[in-house]
């Protein structure tokens, strides 16, 4: 088993650019979601799928944030346009379903982005 | 919306010291996750407590879960090198699948 996928490892870019993530969960599961990393906010919950359908997005800070999952082994974090704050790690990760005993989240290496 | 306190956020030992880092939620946990994260790496799961008073041991590990279900605690006994790491806790409250973190411990150890 290969794990969560994660691309790019590292993201620089400049202010004002479009920004994509990219995530292949592990095979089989149902659940996936995008967390992001600082020293001062720690580990966010920005957005959560089942099935390939966004079932929580309350943590997506704003308009600028987008995020889907066309299927089963494919999503993307987006934002357009990038600012310095959103510099972070990106973590994918990826569950079977949550209520199942056991049942962690197996994250991916996640995506280093720096906006300048 | 769900908090999880984590203290102390930093915790320097020397090799062989115990370290211990503990967890409060701001409402009742059904199940509480602990990770750890190594430097430049992604968090990895260590464990999962679902039932109230729960402990769990993973060798020189042990974990509780507090008797409200709102607290939990990592012991390391005998710490080494290898236990360098920011320590997660994660709760996850009621029917909801979200799983809210905690800021982390990050513990060194001095060999």
């Known amino acids: 088993d290969a794990g969560v996928i994660q691309s790019p490892r590292h993201e620089v870019t400049e202010m004002g650019q479009e920004v994509t993530l990219r995530c292949k969960p592990i095979s089989g599961h149902d659940y996936l979601f995008w967390y992001r990393q600082t020293m001062m906010r720690g580990l966010e919950l920005l957005i959560y799928f089942n099935n390939n359908v966004p079932i929580d997005d309350s943590g997506m800070p704003e308009d600028r944030f987008s995020a889907k999952m066309p299927n089963a082994s494919f999503s993307t974090l987006k934002i357009q346009p990038s600012e310095p704050r959103d510099s972070a790690v990106y973590f994918c990760a990826s569950s079977l379903w949550p209520g199942k005993e056991n049942s962690p989240l197996h994250f991916g290496n996640g995506t280093r982005l720096t906006v300048t | 919306g769900q908090q999880v306190m984590q203290i102390p956020q930093y915790q320097h030992v020397q090799e062989g010291e115990d370290f211990t880092t503990y967890c409060n939620s701001s409402t009742t946990l059904s199940n509480i996750q602990w990770y750890k994260q190594r430097p430049g790496g992604h968090p990895v799961f260590l464990i999962q407590?679902?039932?109230?008073?729960e402990v769990k041991k993973q060798k020189r590990l042990t974990f509780q879960f507090g008797e409200a279900k709102k607290n939990s605690s990592l012991h390391i006994t005998a710490t080494q090198t290898t236990d360098v790491g920011t320590y997660f806790c994660a709760g996850r409250g009621g029917s909801n699948y979200k799983l809210t973190f905690g800021k982390g411990t990050l513990l060194t150890v001095n060999p």
């Open positions: 407590l679902v039932k109230s008073g």
